[in-house]
């Protein structure tokens, strides 16, 4: 029995193998990938449900079939795969990044964000388009300085609002203490698909652990017109103070990319009520970014 145990894990490796040397090319190295925001994003995102667009064809039909079987036998060695092929391939990338997010049980409005990211050093640059809450621009470089003395990060923020921008053009603001917490769910250095693959693992580490992980492949989606994967975590509902962020979570993972393009997170195992929901549009990736695209 062990053998044959053995001998079908070396078979599905092998088909998972086919699958993700087939959808490694050289579009990841491009930034000529931009795709134009699909019109149902923020509306989509404002109804806090995680829609689909249509799809357009990517890889091959073997490739996809085999990368289809992957995420049905093992959707946590699917992640492992991608996250580490994400460090190996991907570098710096921009983005329109659409969230919303509910704070203190209040469900805020759509946010539209100009992103920039680059891993070493670990820097973002955001800039709003719509949705502005305390910042109109927001920039963290990992590195003083941004981090103090103590080791405490800070971000440099232009405060959104006409009036309060005659008085103060920028500060250093730290990102994660309590009032950092109730402007965002995730601090500015949690943005990223590292930091998602980071964040996603170790929760189904904590609950695999603890007997009770519920992580499975559910179908097939899009996002922004790119056809995804979608991965389904359920956990118990252990509330704000329990050992996990969320009831239920849904994970598009793109399927040319392999790269978490949206996640949906609720507060219920049901998925009625949205705690937050993060979608990667227009993405270019590895576009050689330099430092003065990291300035203010």
């Known amino acids: 029995m062990a053998k044959r145990a053995s001998q079908f894990r070396i078979a599905l490796m092998a088909v998972a193998g086919a699958a993700l040397a087939g959808i490694v090319n050289s579009r990841v190295q491009s930034a000529d990938s931009s795709m134009p925001l699909a019109p149902s994003v923020a509306s989509t995102l404002r109804a806090g449900m995680p829609g689909a667009t249509a799809q357009r064809p990517i890889i091959d039909a ?3 079939a085999g990368l289809l079987e992957f995420a049905r036998r093992d959707p946590r ?3 492992r795969l991608a996250r580490e092929r994400c460090q190996r391939e991907i570098g710096d990338f921009r983005c329109l990044f659409v969230k919303q997010e509910r704070i203190n049980g209040k469900l805020k409005e759509v946010e539209e964000i100009d992103a920039r ?3 070493d050093p670990l820097s973002v640059f955001m800039t709003w388009r719509s949705g502005a809450g305390r910042a109109k621009r927001a920039l963290f470089i ?3 300085p941004f981090v103090d003395g103590q080791g405490q990060r800070r971000a440099q923020v232009e405060p959104a609002g006409a009036l309060i921008r005659l008085v103060v053009s920028d500060a250093m603001v730290p990102i994660h203490d309590a009032r950092a917490r ?3 769910r995730r601090a500015i250095d949690e943005f990223g698909f590292r930091s998602t693959f980071q964040i996603l693992e170790r929760v189904n580490d904590l609950a695999a652990a603890r007997n009770e992980l519920d992580f499975r492949y559910e179908g097939e989606g899009a996002v922004d017109g790119r056809a995804t994967v979608i991965l389904v975590r359920r956990l118990p509902d252990t509330g704000a103070g329990g050992p996990y962020p969320d009831a239920k979570l849904i994970l598009h993972l793109d399927q040319e990319w392999l790269l ?8 219920d195992p049901e998925g009625h009520e949205l705690l937050g929901s993060y979608v990667y549009t227009e993405v270019q990736l590895n576009p050689g970014l330099n430092e003065d695209d990291f300035r203010f």
Not at 260 to 267: E, G, H, I, L, R
């Open 260 to 267: 978490p393009t949206a996640v949906y997170s609720y507060t």
């Open 117 to 119: 990211y680059r891993p």
């Open 142 to 144: 990992d590195g003083p």
């Open 77 to 79: 060695g699917l992640v």
């Open 62 to 64: 073997g490739a996809k």
């Open 182 to 184: 109730e402007a965002s």
